[in-house]
C-alpha cells in the first residue's frame, strides 16, 4: 500500500524544491522525507549521566535522612490505603512530601493569619509604628481554623466546623 520511494519524493518536493537537494532520494522512502539527525549528541549523553548522578545522590541522601513524619507513620497509613511497598525509600519519600506539604498549608495558614492581623483596626492607644513593628516581629501567632480553613481552601481541601459548634 505505500506509495514506491520516488514517487513519495516528487510528490514531496513538489510543495517545497528546495528538499529535493536536503535529502536524497534513498532517505525520503524510508522515513516519508523526515530528517531526524543523529540519533543522540554527546552533550546530551552527558547530561543524562549527571541526571542520573543526581538522582543516585539524592537516592543515597535519602537513606541518611530522617524524616519529620517517622516512616512507621507513614507505612501504617499507606497500607491503610492499600499501598503495599517493600521499599523504604519510597516511604520516606512519600514521608518527605507528606513534611512539605504539611509545611506549605502552615506557612500559608500564618500568611493569611498575618494579613488578617495587620488589617484589623488598632486598638487606639496611640501607639507609635516603631512600637507596632517591634511588637509584630516579637508577636506569637496561634494556628486557628480561621486561618487553617482558606489556606487549605487554596489546595483544594474544603474544612467546614461542625454543627455544634456553629
Not at 532517505?27 to 542520573?52: C, L, S, W
Not at 519529620?68 to 499507606?78: E, K, M, R
Amino acid at each position: 500500500l505505500r506509495p514506491k520511494p520516488d514517487k513519495q519524493a516528487t510528490c514531496f518536493h513538489k510543495y517545497n524544491p528546495s528538499l529535493k537537494q536536503s535529502f536524497p532520494q534513498s532517505k525520503m522512502g524510508d522515513n516519508f522525507g523526515i530528517h531526524r539527525g543523529p540519533a543522540k549528541k554527546t552533550a546530551d549523553m552527558v547530561e543524562d549521566r549527571t541526571q542520573g548522578q543526581i538522582l543516585s545522590d539524592f537516592m543515597m541522601q535519602l537513606e541518611d535522612y530522617t524524616p519529620t513524619i517517622p516512616d512507621a507513620v507513614t507505612s501504617y497509613y499507606l497500607n491503610s490505603a492499600g499501598f503495599e511497598g517493600a521499599d523504604p525509600r519510597i516511604v520516606r519519600l512519600i514521608s518527605i512530601a507528606a513534611q512539605k506539604f504539611v509545611s506549605d498549608v502552615a506557612n500559608d495558614a500564618l500568611q493569611h493569619c498575618k494579613t488578617r492581623t495587620n488589617s484589623a483596626p488598632s486598638s487606639g492607644h496611640g501607639s507609635s509604628k516603631n512600637q507596632n513593628q517591634k511588637s509584630s516581629k516579637d508577636r506569637k501567632y496561634t494556628l486557628t481554623m480561621e486561618d487553617l480553613q482558606p489556606a487549605l481552601n487554596d489546595y483544594g481541601i474544603t474544612v467546614r466546623k461542625a454543627h455544634y459548634f456553629v
